[in-house]
C-alpha cells in the first residue's frame, strides 16, 4: 500500500479545497475529489465550456473569493506568483499542482523533461524506448493523460515520465530522479515576470540533489548550470560523456549508435532529441532493441508532420513551433526551398533572430495572425538583396489559399507558427488540425 498518498487521501477529505483552472489536467481530478465527497470550490477566470452541473460545486469567476482554504490545486495557467495565491500561502494554504502530487507521492521511479523545445518529443521517446525494453510505463505531464486518479495503482518497478513546463515546475517541491533540460531560451516572457524567472522555473527540475540531470551542452544556459547530481550531457556539437552528434550519426563512447538516414524523423533538432533520451536512460535498456523502437518511430502530430503532397508540393504542419528557435530548427530540417506560413498570438518574444533563417531557406513568406507586424518587420531590416516575396492574410483558410497558388513543384510548405496559438485557436493541437483540414480539401 502506498501510505504517503493514503495519508494525502485522508487529508483530502477533511480539507477545504480550491480547483483553479478545470483544464485537461484538472477535471480528472474534479471527478476523484467528487467521488471522495470533498468539500471543493471551483475558481475559473473564464467562462466554462462544458456542463459541470453533476458535481453540484460553487464557482467563482476570478479569484476574489480565493479565501480560508487548506489545499488549492492550481492549473499550470494561474501560476503560483500571483497576488491572490500568495496572500492563501501566507494564511498557510498548500498550494499545489495535479503533476506535482504525482512527483511526490508515486513509488514509482519519475523521469521528467522539460526545456524550450524538443522536450514533447523528447519525452515521447523515452516513454517508447522504455516500453520497447518490458517496462511498464505512465505518460503524464503537458502530453498523455492526467496521473493524479493512477498513483494508486502504480508500482516500484513501473516509471513515470513526465513533460513539465515551467508553469508546473514553478513551485514543485519535489524533483523527478532522472531530470532531462533539452535547452532553454526565451519563451513565455508573455507570462513570466522575466527570463530569469522562467529560467528559475526550468531549473526547479532538479532542486533534490539526488539523482541525474541531462543537459545539452551546446545551450549557453544549460552549459552553465551546476549540480551535485550526476550530470550526463549531449551535444551536436562535441564529444561528451552520453550522446552526441558526429558526422550527422548518432554516437556514444566513441562507437557509431545510429547512422541517422535510417530514422524517419529528420532535423538536426530531432537527433539531439534522440541524444537526451538516450543519454537519460541507457544504463537501464538495450541499446540494440532501443535503437530498433527509435528507428521506426515516425514523429510526433504537429511536429514537421507531413500531411499530403499536391502537384509536387509537400505540406507539413510544425503547428507546435510557438517560438522562433522551434521554427528555426524546423527550417533547417529541409534542404528544399520553403514556403513558411507563421504567425500567431504574441508572447513578447524577440523574432530578430528569424530573420536571417527565414532570408536563407524561404522562397515565400505568408504571415497572419498578431505576430505578423513583428515578423514582417524583422525580416524586412535585415533584408537586402534576397528575392523573398512576403504575403499578409488575415484567416488560415486564406493562408493556405495563398501558399497553394505560389508554391511550386519540389518547394516544402511549412505550417511553423513562430508564435502561439491564442489569438484564433484554442491550442496549437486544434490550429494544426484545422491546417490539415485545409490542405486536404485542397
Given at each position: 500500500m502506498n501510505k504517503k498518498f493514503q495519508e494525502f487521501k485522508e487529508k483530502l477529505t477533511t480539507s477545504k479545497i480550491a480547483i483553479i483552472g478545470l483544464g485537461v489536467?484538472?477535471?480528472?481530478?474534479?471527478?476523484?475529489?467528487?467521488?471522495?465527497?470533498?468539500?471543493?470550490?471551483?475558481?475559473?477566470?473564464?467562462?466554462?465550456?462544458?456542463?459541470?452541473?453533476?458535481?453540484?460545486?460553487?464557482?467563482?469567476?476570478?479569484?476574489?473569493?480565493?479565501k480560508g482554504f487548506d489545499i488549492i490545486f492550481r492549473s499550470p495557467g494561474c501560476l503560483p506568483s500571483r497576488e491572490e495565491l500568495q496572500e492563501e500561502i501566507s494564511r498557510g494554504a498548500y498550494v499545489t499542482t495535479e503533476v506535482a502530487e504525482v512527483v511526490r507521492l508515486t513509488p514509482s521511479k519519475v523521469i521528467g523533461i522539460t526545456g524550450s523545445d524538443g522536450k514533447t518529443t523528447t519525452t515521447t521517446l523515452i516513454n517508447l524506448v522504455l516500453k520497447a525494453n518490458g517496462y511498464n510505463t505512465y505518460l503524464g505531464g503537458n502530453i498523455g493523460t492526467p496521473l493524479f486518479t493512477q498513483i494508486e495503482n502504480m508500482k516500484e518497478d513501473d516509471i513515470v515520465v513526465l513533460e513539465l513546463s515551467s508553469f508546473q515546475l514553478m513551485d514543485m517541491k519535489t524533483s523527478p530522479e532522472i531530470a532531462v533540460i533539452t535547452n532553454i531560451?526565451?519563451?513565455?516572457?508573455?507570462?513570466?515576470?522575466?527570463y530569469e524567472e522562467y529560467i528559475k522555473a526550468k531549473e526547479n527540475i532538479f532542486r533534490n540533489n539526488d539523482g541525474i540531470l541531462v543537459l545539452n551542452y551546446d545551450n549557453e544556459v544549460t552549459n552553465k548550470i551546476t549540480s551535485s547530481r550526476e550530470i550526463r550531457y549531449f551535444s551536436k556539437e562535441t564529444t561528451t560523456n552520453a550522446f552526441y552528434i558526429h558526422e550527422n550519426n548518432i554516437y556514444f563512447q566513441g562507437k557509431l549508435i545510429i547512422d541517422t538516414s535510417q530514422l524517419q524523423i529528420k532535423g538536426l533538432h530531432n537527433y539531439e532529441n534522440i541524444c537526451a533520451c538516450l543519454s537519460a536512460i541507457y544504463d537501464m535498456i538495450d541499446l540494440d532493441t532501443s535503437v530498433k523502437a527509435i528507428t521506426d518511430f515516425k514523429g510526433v502530430e504537429h511536429r514537421i508532420e507531413f500531411v499530403r503532397e499536391i502537384n509536387g508540393v509537400k505540406w507539413y504542419n510544425d503547428s507546435v513551433s510557438s517560438s522562433p528557435t522551434r521554427t528555426i530548427a524546423g527550417l533547417n530540417s529541409f534542404k528544399e526551398k520553403i514556403v513558411l506560413i507563421a504567425g500567431g498570438y504574441d508572447k513578447n518574444l524577440d523574432y530578430t533572430p528569424l530573420a536571417e533563417p527565414i532570408l536563407k531557406k524561404v522562397s515565400k513568406l505568408i504571415l497572419f495572425g498578431n505576430t505578423k507586424d513583428k515578423i514582417y518587420q524583422a525580416v524586412i531590416n535585415k533584408k537586402k538583396?534576397?528575392?523573398?516575396?512576403?504575403?499578409?492574410?488575415?484567416?488560415?483558410?486564406?493562408?493556405?489559399?495563398?501558399?497553394?497558388?505560389?508554391?511550386?513543384?519540389?518547394?516544402?510548405?511549412?505550417?511553423?507558427?513562430?508564435?502561439?496559438?491564442?489569438?484564433?485557436?484554442?491550442?496549437?493541437?486544434?490550429?494544426?488540425?484545422?491546417?490539415?483540414?485545409?490542405?486536404?480539401?485542397?
Open positions: 489536467s484538472n477535471l480528472p481530478l474534479l471527478e476523484y475529489l467528487y467521488n471522495l465527497s470533498c468539500d471543493v470550490t471551483i475558481f475559473q477566470d473564464n467562462k466554462l465550456e462544458i456542463d459541470i452541473s453533476k458535481y453540484n460545486y460553487p464557482i467563482h469567476y476570478g479569484l476574489k473569493e480565493l531560451s526565451p519563451n513565455h516572457l508573455d507570462k513570466h515576470k522575466d538583396e534576397e528575392s523573398l516575396d512576403i504575403y499578409i492574410c488575415n484567416t488560415l483558410e486564406e493562408v493556405v489559399s495563398i501558399a497553394h497558388q505560389v508554391s511550386i513543384p519540389k518547394e516544402i510548405v511549412l505550417f511553423s507558427p513562430a508564435s502561439a496559438s491564442f489569438d484564433m485557436f484554442k491550442n496549437f493541437a486544434d490550429r494544426g488540425k484545422q491546417f490539415k483540414d485545409l490542405v486536404n480539401k485542397l
